[in-house]
């Protein structure tokens, strides 16, 4: 048996591990790379290692940098089996044909105002392809063993978000463990992750491999926002990911209305994806630390706009109200169009709940600009800008440790560092050599190795 790193290798994008013996082949993961240009471009060259051809692919979870790439194999002819968890394959149908449609939009976009160095720029893949690729998604549950080949696997619940799960593979006694993203212990929404079982080598993720979370406590700090925006009598507007973050904040507000930390306010949930992944968590609550009660709670704290109309017709509410939107960067979504109408005054309020990559217009607001830029017209930053700490889905490197210590791994364990940044990654590796007995190595780019 013989792995390929063909993703998520000093970057936290485009995970993809081609895991092979003499007779099958399997990809866990296939996700697609984002960020920066240089990064994108693999996302357009030849597929490697033929990777259209294996078997299955074995799925994490839903977010794209995991999962958005299976489209483009679909429309290279792939028509395997994707095996993963219930709730990753309903999250999946909403990802992979926005992932589709965003794209479409673009390359519309680049060919009418001339962006492209090509005469008909045409995206990664469309709508259609993505929706066609969910027909190759094989729900499984958590800690059900199946078999591909003469592979055998099963999914372990690693908290993060809805669905999320480690992959532990077997082959001839050997056991190989791809840790995906690991959530927090003590997150307010998904469970803690479960202990790794025993493996003989593990992919473990890095993403803050060199960070550790802001202790101050997230319930607070957003019962102060509130108020805060409240008193100053605008409008609180929070851009959020549609996918746990959005869900987490509903639940938040709802609770602290409950408990009158905050005044009863008007809340608006201005995205239909998060509108429609509300509604998946809430189908899905065993998963997750809420109760079908506190779904319902939620539900009904906010107003759920689904249409464009719907969403305009917010404009007209007068007094202290709360919008979500996306998207959790400002890089596009509905909250630009509430920038457009509330920036400008300085009764209004901008939550990031989120981290802010550098370059998006929620970095730019976050380093104090005075104007940004939305749909070609500059506009003033008269809202104070705020932030919430503390609502990462990803655990700190203290947190995997810990994590660590309560699996029944060997101490001769081989780990390879993926998914994290180069710093990250470095720091990720000095902590475990410190603090365990493992044989640490950074995974490289194209890298093999034989197990």
Known sequence: M??????????????KYLLETQTTRVLVDCGLFQGYKWLRRRNWQPLPMGIQDVDAIVLTHAHLDHSGFIPVLYKHGFRGPVFTHHATADLCGLLWPDSGRIQEEDAKFYQRHKLSRHENPEPLYDEATADAALKLLHPVDFKTQFSVGDMTFYLNPVGHILGAASVIAEHNGKRIGFSGDIGRPNDILMKPPEPMPAVDVLLLESTYGDRRHDPEDPWQQLTDVVNEAAANGGVLLIPSFAVGRAQVLEHMLATLMAERKIPRLPIFLDSPMAIKASDIYSRHYVFHRLTAAQCHAADQ?????????????????????????????????????????????????????GHQAGGTRGAKMSQGVERIKVHGEWLQVKARIRHLDGLSGHADYSEIGDWLKQSQLPPDLQVHLVHGEPDALEAMSDYLKQTTSYDVNIADYMGVLHL
Do not use: N, Y
């Open 2 to 15: 013989h792995l390929t790193f063909l993703g998520g290798c000093e970057t936290v994008t485009g995970s």
């Open 301 to 353: 704290a906010v107003t759920a706009t689904r249409s464009v109309e719907d969403s305009k017709s917010i404009a007209k509410q007068t007094g202290p109200h709360i919008i979500i939107a996306g998207s959790g960067m400002a890089t596009g979504g509905r909250i630009l169009h509430h920038f457009k109408h509330w920036l400008a005054d300085h009764r209004a309020t901008v939550l990031f709940s």
